[in-house]
């Protein structure tokens, strides 16, 4: 396998810094994690974007506010939440972002609105001039708009702004796995149906939920009513629990690791989705 060091060495050296993070601060592991989740979801909106537009003939002019679109869109509503909504949001536990002042967030905002209404103008110029429209990429621009402001700026609520996120964020990356899947489905006997469809959904629900259990069963201990398979566990060892939280982060961390080689793999065609 071309990728096996990779593929062994990127969750090995994960849980190692993990472990030690947790083990030495639980506050300074979150935080750190979580700015690192931050910029992975911000550059895989980016991502997703030119992955969308790759077959546009645009200009470099275009291109650059395309790319000014989508990081302002997340960009923005991150300032606001450091600003304004660190006692009511958090990423992963109360407190992972750091809070402080900016003097100049009137004019970020003035800056993001203009970006957005500039992106708007571009793309209409383009249906007159084309007749057409890049859906999936101005969905994901929009989207991004949308999901981002609404849930952080707008309601300040952590369920809105998960749930907005993962259709922004997480959809998009199913379906990538999905139309990978069906393109080298010549090879497997799996069917791209409806029964395989469901069938998928209902493995990512599935694994969804057992994870769940363990973090609720053995970590957070918040809904045992919802999450029952492990909440008589009791764990009070201060280097269980961080073995424990470090291999419940570790597909996390090594998703967002991996996904930076993903994007590069450009001269491996069985790691592109074309």
């Known amino acids: 396998m071309k990728y096996k060091r990779t593929l062994i060495v990127i969750p090995v050296v994960s849980f190692t810094i993990a ?44 291109r650059y506010i395309d790319e000014l679109a989508i990081y302002s869109a997340t960009l923005y509503p991150l300032l606001y939440w450091h600003l304004h909504a660190t006692n009511s949001l958090s990423w992963f ?12 967030e009137s004019i970020v905002f003035v800056a993001y609105l203009i ?36 849930g952080i700026v707008t309601f300040q609520g952590d369920l809105i702004f998960t749930l907005l996120n993962v259709v922004a964020h ?18 497997t006997n799996f069917s791209f149906n409806l029964r395989g469809t469901l069938l998928f959904m209902g493995i990512l629900f599935m694994l969804a939920y057992v994870e769940e259990n363990f973090w609720d069963g053995i970590i957070c201990k918040d809904h045992p009513d919802i999450f029952p398979m492990l909440a008589e566990v009791s764990l009070n060892n201060p280097v269980m629990i961080s073995m424990i939280v470090s291999l419940l982060v570790l597909p996390q961390i090594t998703h967002y690791v991996l996904d930076g080689f993903i994007w590069r793999f ?9």
């Open 19 to 62: 472990l030690t993070l947790h083990y030495y601060d639980a506050l300074i592991f979150w935080r750190v994690l979580a700015y690192v989740a931050v910029f992975h979801f911000v550059r895989q909106q980016f991502g997703f974007m030119r992955l969308y537009s790759r077959h546009e003939h645009a200009s470099k002019v275009h």
């Open 266 to 274: 450009s001269k491996d065609v069985q790691a592109r989705i074309e």
């Open 115 to 150: 970006i957005l209404f500039v992106y708007v103008i571009k793309e209409g110029i383009n249906i007159v001039k084309l007749g057409t429209i890049n859906i999936p990429k101005t969905f994901i621009v929009i989207g991004t708009y949308a999901s981002w402001y609404v």
């Open 170 to 187: 997480g959809i998009p990356y199913m379906a990538l796995i999905w139309i990978h899947g069906k393109k080298k489905s010549t090879q």
């Open 93 to 104: 536990v109360k407190g992972d972002f750091i809070k402080f002042d900016f003097a100049y």
